[in-house]
């Protein structure tokens, strides 16, 4: 049986890196990953499709032009540099104009990075696995907004159950970043969806970052170049990173040893969420506004030498998926503190020194240790090769190949992993996400299952929106009416035009029936029936004609779903519940 191709979807990665020069975390993964498995001179591990919003379709996308790019963002820089504003243009281009990607079936289709951030991949990736029989796969980094609430926006929060909610409705296979990550995986998967049992492989994050071959030797900022040495911390300046807990370690160790023998404190991130205490105490303290230096956004190159010049690194945070800069500073040879919790033993092994979580006492004595005992911060560098084993990132790359070329057991198909209610009314109407701890029903999210096509727009409040292209909907029926059944569509004109309806119906393993077509007067709201005749277990497809391609730019709403009920043609009882709230109509009852 020949081997399943890995297909790469790009799409967030270069809608990122158009934003982003220098990205951090996920997406400095992602390069890696890419860059390793398409190596030159070794068998290219992955494909490349990008989706392209102008073609309506997922394309092509040349390999060359993605490492080219990918080695820009590593070097860092300015985003309005002619040379990246060149590589960006080239990008655009190769979207617009490249042939079709050619998917085939048991084809893996991944998405390396955060598949909420687009809104629209999920249902695309969903339309190739019912088109092409691809498996979905996703990489799962972590559940910090569901774990760690606290220390994210209320929106991220929020937004992040909606995701999770959606991406297990929708794909096949997942593969964690850590052992921690999985288990992470398993435990919010079931409460959301405790039926279902989506397979969960681990890919561990212990390699490190290759150098930039041919570039050019990095500098050190001007605030470092005196010589003093330095500690480095690695983390977006956040509360998550928990900044404060080191920066009072770190006062504590000026005010009780002094300046003379304290070495400066550099904190390498950008700022995040709730950061401003953070940068408050760094200014109000006059110790640490001498002695911590605060950089962002640098190349590889420039990380790497940070790396190699520091003493040793600190790494505290509340929560982790795994803890890059754990791994990354064994790899470069020097010690890492971290607390002891989550992933961060995965991430750093037996070579790494822990500290009990929030014990700042605990974190000043290990860090103190390493500066005033220079031979016992030798020893224990020396001893980093044999206590931990850091990989390439080909063999990560290889071994996430591995992982998903296994088979599994087919999942339900997405539609048929929720309920669905003959004879209840399904609105299209945005989801209300309750505050944690409670979860998504994933009932509020029937309507996006039922959704395929590139016609269709975002989520609004009230419904969705329907442009050109093609617009369907495909229900689960497996044990269909043998009278036949009842469609009731909620539709609705836009306010400044008239909206043609036409529309017919793709009944299981038959032809497809003819076309019936209405008219609605601009801004009227309209119930509409679809009598649909005897048909076999399967899936029921409706497939909306919206008309060709507008001559003006944009995709303007040519038609607004609200809602819609499906029922046997014989429930008379759901019929007449489903008209009478839709029309206001209450039944009076003894007071």
Same mark, same amino acid.
């Given at each position: 049986?020949?081997?399943?191709?890995?297909?790469?979807?790009?799409?967030?990665?270069?809608?990122?890196?158009?934003?982003?020069?220098?990205?951090?975390?996920?997406?400095?993964?992602?390069?890696?990953?890419?860059?390793?498995?398409?190596?030159?001179?070794?068998?290219?591990?992955?494909?490349?499709?990008?989706?392209?919003?102008?073609?309506?379709?997922?394309?092509?996308?040349?390999?060359?032009?993605?490492?080219?790019?990918?080695?820009?963002?590593?070097?860092?820089?300015?985003?309005?540099?002619?040379?990246?504003?060149?590589?960006?243009?080239?990008?655009?281009?190769?979207?617009?104009?490249?042939?079709?990607?050619?998917?085939?079936?048991?084809?893996?289709?991944?998405?390396?990075?955060?598949?909420?951030?687009?809104?629209?991949?999920?249902?695309?990736?969903?339309?190739?696995?019912?088109?092409?029989?691809?498996?979905?796969?996703?990489?799962?980094?972590?559940?910090?907004?569901?774990?760690?609430?606290?220390?994210?926006?209320?929106?991220?929060?929020?937004?992040?159950?909606?995701?999770?909610?959606?991406?297990?409705?929708?794909?096949?296979?997942?593969?964690?970043?850590?052992?921690?990550?999985?288990?992470?995986?398993?435990?919010?998967?079931?409460?959301?969806?405790?039926?279902?049992?989506?397979?969960?492989?681990?890919?561990?994050?212990?390699?490190?970052?290759?150098?930039?071959?041919?570039?050019?030797?990095?500098?050190?900022?001007?605030?470092?170049?005196?010589?003093?040495?330095?500690?480095?911390?690695?983390?977006?300046?956040?509360?998550?990173?928990?900044?404060?807990?080191?920066?009072?370690?770190?006062?504590?160790?000026?005010?009780?040893?002094?300046?003379?023998?304290?070495?400066?404190?550099?904190?390498?991130?950008?700022?995040?969420?709730?950061?401003?205490?953070?940068?408050?105490?760094?200014?109000?303290?006059?110790?640490?506004?001498?002695?911590?230096?605060?950089?962002?956004?640098?190349?590889?190159?420039?990380?790497?030498?940070?790396?190699?010049?520091?003493?040793?690194?600190?790494?505290?945070?509340?929560?982790?998926?795994?803890?890059?800069?754990?791994?990354?500073?064994?790899?470069?040879?020097?010690?890492?503190?971290?607390?002891?919790?989550?992933?961060?033993?995965?991430?750093?092994?037996?070579?790494?020194?822990?500290?009990?979580?929030?014990?700042?006492?605990?974190? #000043?004595? $290990? /860090?103190?240790?390493?500066?005033?005992? *220079? @031979?016992?911060?030798? +020893?224990?560098?020396?001893?980093?090769? %044999? !206590?931990?084993?850091?990989?390439?990132?080909?063999?990560?790359?290889?071994?996430?190949? #591995?992982? $998903? /070329?296994?088979?599994?057991?087919?999942? *339900? @198909?997405?539609?048929? +992993?929720?309920?669905?209610?003959?004879? %209840? !009314?399904?609105?299209?109407?945005?989801?209300?996400?309750?505050?944690?701890?409670?979860?998504?029903?994933?009932?509020?999210?029937?309507?996006?299952?039922?959704?395929?096509?590139?016609?269709?727009?975002?989520?609004?409040?009230?419904?969705?929106?329907?442009?050109?292209?093609?617009?369907?909907?495909?229900?689960?029926?497996?044990?269909?009416?043998?009278?036949?059944?009842?469609?009731?569509?909620?539709?609705?004109?836009?306010?400044?035009?008239?909206?043609?309806?036409?529309?017919?119906?793709?009944?299981?393993?038959?032809?497809?029936?003819?076309?019936?077509?209405?008219?609605?007067?601009?801004?009227?709201?309209?119930?509409?029936?679809?009598?649909?005749?005897?048909?076999?277990?399967?899936?029921?497809?409706?497939?909306?004609?919206?008309?060709?391609?507008?001559?003006?730019?944009?995709?303007?709403?040519?038609?607004?779903?609200?809602?819609?009920?499906?029922?046997?043609?014989?429930?008379?009882?759901?019929?007449?519940?489903?008209?009478?709230?839709?029309?206001?109509?209450?039944?009076?009852?003894?007071?």
């Amino acid at each position: 049986m020949a081997s399943p191709r890995f297909v790469v979807d790009l799409t967030d990665l270069l809608e990122l890196l158009e934003l982003q020069r220098t990205p951090v975390g996920v997406a400095r993964v992602q390069m890696a990953l890419l860059e390793a498995g398409l190596e030159p001179g070794t068998p290219a591990l992955f494909q490349l499709a990008l989706f392209s919003p102008e073609q309506g379709r997922f394309v092509q996308f040349p390999e060359a032009l993605l490492l080219a790019i990918i080695r820009a963002a590593r070097e860092g820089g300015r985003r309005d540099e002619p040379a990246w504003l060149a590589l960006q243009e080239a990008r655009r281009t190769a979207q617009q104009g490249a042939p079709a990607f050619a998917f085939a079936a048991g084809d893996r289709v991944l998405a390396l990075g955060l598949t909420g951030s687009n809104p629209m991949q999920l249902r695309r990736l969903r339309e190739l696995r019912q088109a092409h029989g691809a498996v979905v796969c996703v990489l799962f980094y972590d559940a910090i907004p569901l774990a760690t609430p606290e220390h994210c926006d209320i929106s991220l929060s929020r937004s992040f159950s909606e995701h999770l909610l959606a991406m297990c409705l929708q794909i096949d296979r997942a593969v964690a970043i850590s052992a921690c990550t999985a288990r992470d995986f398993r435990f919010w998967q079931r409460r959301l969806l405790p039926h279902l049992d989506i397979p969960v492989g681990i890919m561990p994050l212990d390699a490190q970052f290759p150098p930039l071959s041919g570039a050019a030797p990095a500098e050190l900022p001007a605030v470092l170049r005196e010589g003093r040495p330095f500690v480095l911390c690695v983390a977006t300046i956040e509360s998550r990173k928990n900044h404060l807990l080191l920066l009072h370690a770190w006062l504590t160790l000026l005010r009780r040893h002094g300046d003379a023998v304290m070495p400066d404190l550099v904190l390498l991130g950008r700022q995040g969420f709730q950061a401003e205490p953070v940068l408050h105490l760094m200014q109000s303290a006059p110790e640490l506004r001498s002695r911590v230096t605060h950089l962002q956004d640098v190349g590889d190159a420039l990380l790497a030498l940070l790396y190699e010049r520091c003493l040793f690194t600190v790494f505290n945070s509340f929560y982790e998926g795994w803890g890059l800069p754990v791994t990354e500073a064994l790899a470069h040879g020097k010690i890492a503190i971290t607390p002891d919790h989550t992933s961060l033993r995965e991430a750093g092994g037996s070579a790494a020194l822990y500290f009990t979580p929030q014990s700042e006492p605990e974190l #000043a004595e $290990l /860090a103190w240790s390493l500066i005033r005992d *220079p @031979e016992h911060r030798r +020893r224990l560098e020396a001893k980093i090769p %044999e !206590r931990t084993q850091i990989r390439s990132w080909r063999a990560v790359a290889e071994g996430l190949v #591995a992982t $998903l /070329a296994t088979d599994t057991t087919p999942l *339900p @198909e997405p539609a048929a +992993r929720i309920f669905f209610p003959l004879g %209840e !009314r399904v609105g299209f109407e945005k989801p209300q996400i309750p505050d944690l701890p409670a979860l998504m029903a994933p009932f509020s999210l029937l309507h996006q299952m039922l959704c395929e096509g590139e016609g269709w727009g975002l989520q609004e409040r009230w419904g969705i929106g329907a442009s050109w292209g093609p617009v369907r909907l495909r229900f689960p029926v497996p044990v269909p009416p043998p009278e036949g059944l009842i469609l009731t569509l909620e539709l609705a004109a836009p306010a400044a035009a008239p909206a043609l309806v036409r529309l017919r119906a793709l009944r299981p393993h038959e032809a497809p029936g003819p076309w019936f077509a209405e008219e609605l007067p601009a801004g009227a709201n309209r119930l509409m029936r679809v009598d649909i005749p005897p048909c076999e277990p399967g899936e029921l497809v409706i497939e909306f004609d919206t008309g060709p391609a507008p001559q003006e730019p944009g995709r303007p709403v040519r038609i607004f779903f609200t809602g819609l009920m499906l029922c046997g043609a014989a429930d008379h009882d759901a019929q007449l519940r489903y008209l009478s709230a839709r029309s206001g109509l209450s039944t009076l009852r003894p007071a």
